[in-house]
């Protein structure tokens, strides 16, 4: 049987505590790699009850512009289409990063989304 997918990519892991009740996969765009992401799985996921993956994106190369803000925009219209509500913000002036007000927001959508067992 050949590798896991994942270790097909270039990535970095923060395991979870004890067994994982789940999985954190954050993306990113260009000009980052698999680093710049990790330390948000600490902010998402404080309890460290999911592991965590940072996969390098098959497109990004560092020194290369970020993505434009329209794509986001157009990426977001095209989910309220298809009757997905995704969690989108945006911070005006920010630049291509996550606003850290945005954080603790993101953590509790996501703590929603991934309750603890029973």
Partial sequence: MGAPA?????HLTRPAVGAPEGALVLLHGR???????????DALDPERRLVAVTPRAPWSFPGQPGVAVDFAHQARERLLAAHVDPLYRETPGMGHTIDPAFVPQL??????????PA
Avoid: S, Y
């Fill in 31 to 41: 000009g980052t790699d698999e680093r710049d992401l990790l330390p948000l799985a």
């Fill in 6 to 10: 994942i270790d097909l990519l270039t």
């Fill in 107 to 116: 953590r509790d959508w996501l703590a929603a989304r991934t309750p603890a």
